[in-house]
């Protein structure tokens, strides 16, 4: 029970929802991230899952946490910003693991978007490698984070033998990716990408795939969903990537959330 409990079961009329990759955290949000974790909940979302980027952010992440109800932490160390990373943070980020407290360890993964150098690509693949230990030893699930680099992400997981899971987070490759990473434990994380007409491929995938393979996730604040394209995206805006999703696959929306939540709820292993 939480105390946002009563408005969720109000207006959800659907089943509860869980934003399972929300920067809450973030500078964006330092005026208002009360009231819109109360906005959320009042759209049905009970449970966000914050997803590091930085060590320098950590202790902001694990403090919303503890202050707002239903939103869970998971640390890592963001590919893109390998700038920010010093040379302890995967220990620190080990011994953080250890001590307990978070739900997965993210977002981590490959990011070859801007054609990095060879030195780069070897840097974010050792970072990589050396948080999927740490996560594979804790027995906790990974937020992935992969552009232009699913096929090295799938082989990294296969040559480490990573079987916890996780989820990849945004995803935007083809079908056939989709399946590698389900066939080895992942799910997909569904989010305001498909809000729109022109993302014909990622909506054919997520319309195409078992509904037992995809949990829902807005990634705020960025990728706000079509109607709010000039905004900042807020979790309260999951609803209408749950809405659109149902449509795409045409099947009720009751059972597109009930069923990604529980999804959500079973990897992440959620009481
Ligand atoms: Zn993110």
């Known amino acids: 029970m939480n105390r946002f409990g009563s408005s969720c079961r109000e207006s959800a009329a659907l089943a509860e929802l869980i934003d399972t990759h929300c920067h809450l955290d973030v500078a964006e949000f330092v005026d208002d991230y009360h009231l819109v974790r109360q906005r959320a909940a009042a759209a049905g979302v009970c449970e ?38 010093g040379p302890g943070d995967v220990e620190e980020l080990s011994r953080r693991i250890e001590a307990g407290e ?25 970072l990589f490698e050396a948080q999927l230990r740490i996560a594979r030893q804790a027995s906790l699930p990974v937020l992935i984070h992969a552009r232009k680099a699913h096929d090295q992400v799938l082989a990294v997981l296969r040559r480490l033998r990573f079987g916890r899971g996780g989820i990849v987070h945004a995803f935007s490759g083809s079908r056939q990716q989709a399946q590698c990473y389900i ?16 993302a014909n491929r990622v909506r054919g995938v997520v319309a195409d ?19 709010h394209r000039h905004e900042r995206n807020s979790p309260e805006f999951l609803p209408e990537i749950l809405h659109c999703l149902a449509r795409l696959r045409d099947q009720e929306p009751r059972l597109v959330a009930a069923t990604t939540s529980r999804t959500a709820r079973t990897l992440l292993r959620l009481t």
């Open 183 to 198: 066939d080895l434990g992942f799910v997909i994380g569904v989010g305001g990408t498909i809000t729109y007409q022109r």
């Open 209 to 227: 795939l078992p509904l037992s393979a995809l949990v829902l996730e807005t990634d705020a604040p960025d990728i706000p969903p079509a109607h």
């Open 48 to 85: 966000l899952i914050l997803p590091a980027v930085d060590r320098a952010g950590w202790p902001r992440l694990l403090e919303v946490c503890r202050l707002e109800s239903g939103c869970r932490p998971a640390l890592g160390l963001h590919p893109l910003y390998l700038q920010r990373h």
């Open 102 to 126: 978070v739900v997965a360890v993210g977002e981590i993964g490959l990011d070859f978007w801007e054609q990095p150098s060879e030195t780069l690509r070897r840097r974010q693949l050792e």
